[in-house]
């Protein structure tokens, strides 16, 4: 999906520096490597006694949730307060925007309030997109999944992920699986692995779920699961997005689950160290068997846990802070 203007002269600075997060798609390498290296020392936070760093202290974040999303908008805050930020959960059921305020006034009047970023779910592909073409100087925007598009951060606590528990990319193949179609997370995820370098990308899926021109963002295309898995480090099992789906793209679910889900006689074509992820929510029985998403090669928890450091990173480099920075903030008195 392609919008108007350069992404990335919107979403880094004049310093070549992380400005704002609306997609993955384009950044360079050093900037997706600098929010993982950020990420990994920001791990160590969430096991500490005290989960908290004065990174963004006086700094005030806005979530601004236009889709229910209780796991990415419960990481999102964590991640802002243990940088130390204030945060307002903004509830659009009630909040102007229901009562027909645009989003670009209900964005200029949060700003008028000194707020310092929004992270932001919406329902339609580009709305972070318009909001930070819209934003003040000092208001960074983080994009929290816009329609069909993108997930940046999801992707990254993915690559995280997979970095901490299979070393370097580049020899790498991995798999994802599913509803291709209507994955944000997916498109994100291919961006990612691209960028990174990982040696191959395939995606397993029936031909109704797979966009028509998937082949051109660098990946090998499988309908059959079973040829999909053979050899592959790492599978990513993707949430079927029912409520995305217009039409009858599948006979049941109970047909997809005997071709498409993965269960562990499935799983064994795969190396026998391979990763098993989902970025959730799972459909059990649907998409993945429960003894392989509770199973040993499962890191699926570890991806939740690893979200928060991945949005802390992804945050306190908005904010203009490097990894260095950081360091020396953390030296701060609380």
């Known amino acids: 999906m392609n919008f108007p203007g350069n992404w990335n002269t919107m979403q880094l600075d004049a310093q070549g520096r992380l400005r704002h997060f609306l997609t993955v798609e384009g950044l360079p390498r050093r900037i997706l490597t600098d929010i993982l290296d950020t990420a990994d020392s920001f791990v160590v936070v969430g096991e500490q006694p005290v989960k908290k760093v004065p990174l963004l202290r006086g700094k005030t974040i806005v979530n601004l949730f236009f889709e229910t999303s209780t796991r990415t908008r419960t990481t999102f805050e964590l991640a802002a307060k243990r940088l130390s930020a204030d945060v307002l959960n903004i509830n659009v059921s009630t909040s102007a925007t229901a009562k027909g305020e645009s989003l670009l006034d209900t964005q200029k009047n949060l700003e008028a309030m000194h707020t310092d970023m929004f992270v932001v779910r919406h329902q339609h592909s580009g709305a972070s997109h318009f909001m930070a073409q819209h934003a003040a100087p000092h208001v960074s925007i983080i994009n929290a999944g816009d329609g069909q598009h993108a997930h940046p951060t999801q992707a990254m606590l993915d690559m995280l992920t997979i970095r901490r528990h299979k070393g370097a990319f580049d020899s790498l193949c991995v798999a994802i699986v599913g509803d291709i179609l209507h994955s944000r997370v997916a498109r994100s995820q291919i961006h990612a692995l691209n960028t990174l370098g990982v040696g191959e990308v395939r995606v397993i899926a029936p031909r109704t779920l797979l966009p028509v021109d998937i082949e051109s963002l660098g990946t090998r295309v499988f309908t059959s699961l079973s040829q999909g898995l053979a050899g592959v480090d790492v599978v990513i099992m993707l949430r079927l997005q029912k409520e995305r789906m217009q039409s009858a793209l599948l006979p049941s679910e109970h047909e997809y689950f005997q071709r498409y889900g993965l269960t562990e006689e499935k799983l064994a074509l795969a190396r026998p160290d391979a990763l098993v992820m989902h970025p959730g929510p799972i459909n059990r029985g649907v998409e993945i068997a429960s003894s392989v998403a ?41």
Do not use: C, F, H, N
């Open 294 to 334: 509770d199973g040993p090669q499962s890191v699926i928890l570890r991806q939740v846990s690893y979200g928060i450091a991945v949005r802390m990173a992804v945050m306190s480099m908005a904010m203009g802070r490097s990894p260095g920075a950081r360091e020396t903030a953390a030296k701060e008195p609380e």
